[in-house]
């Protein structure tokens, strides 16, 4: 991850979140944190997503999503936990329509287009969309054409986008960020980090997201008290 810059009290908090758009608790926990902030309506944040890859072995063109599910929770687990997922779904109003899904995809491209969509300022639309595409609409999200699409519509350059997309441009950055991810001891996500100081694992409460803010903005005013007898 980029170092961020030396943090004052009217620097807007980072929030690093580290997910996969193949993971349904990872769009629980964006709405999770879309509520949290509207707990701190006056604290500014910059929001910045990391990728990380739940199965980095699904080979390239995905895999048939019922078989992946059997081998990976068995037939029972899947069904329960997916239940579990559309309950929770439907109150914070997310369409799961996991029947729609045909194949369980390699999300590297994804990724791909969400780190381009930083420098447009358009990530938050980017990963909208693909959650919506994935887990709404059943579409293909390794797709040069929906990816191209998706970039379209957030308003970025799309037949460059497709350009990059097919040039293999920053795979090896993608991966190193993702892999990075784990060796700082990431396991499951989604994993918001503020300030690159506090991190927190799972889809929490928008209550307990919120305090992790004010953590975040305590621990600057902290650093920034002068050392007994300094200058």
Not at 32 to 51: C, F, G, N
Not at 65 to 71: F, I, N, S, T
Not at 192 to 207: I, T, Y
Request: proline letters at 6%.
């Amino acid at each position: 991850m980029a170092i961020t810059p030396q943090l004052t009290d009217d620097s807007p908090v980072i929030i690093d979140v580290i997910s996969d758009v193949m993971c349904p608790w990872c769009l629980v926990g964006k709405r999770m944190l879309r509520k949290a902030l509207t707990l701190r309506p006056d604290t500014p944040v910059q929001i910045r997503w990391r990728p990380y890859q739940l199965d980095p072995t699904i080979p390239k063109g995905g895999m048939d999503r019922k078989e992946y599910l059997r081998r990976k929770f068995g037939e029972a687990a899947g069904g329960q936990m997916y239940q579990r997922l559309k309950d929770i779904g439907e109150a914070e109003g997310i369409e799961f329509n996991f029947s729609a899904i045909p194949r369980s995809p390699n999300t590297l491209d994804a990724h791909r287009l969400i780190r381009w969509a930083a420098n447009d300022g358009v990530q938050e639309k980017v990963v909208d969309r693909l959650f919506a595409v994935y887990f709404s609409e059943g579409g293909d999200i390794e797709s040069i054409d929906t990816l191209k699409e998706i970039a379209r519509e957030a308003g970025m350059d799309a037949d460059l986008v497709a350009s990059l997309l097919e040039k293999g441009a920053d795979i090896d950055l993608v991966k190193r960020e993702a892999d990075l991810a784990r060796q700082m001891g990431v396991d499951g996500v989604p994993c918001f980090v503020f300030d690159e100081q506090f991190a927190v694992m799972g889809a929490q409460p928008p209550d307990v997201l919120a305090q992790y803010i004010d953590r975040a903005i305590a621990n600057r005013a902290k650093t920034a008290e002068p050392s007994p007898g300094g200058l």
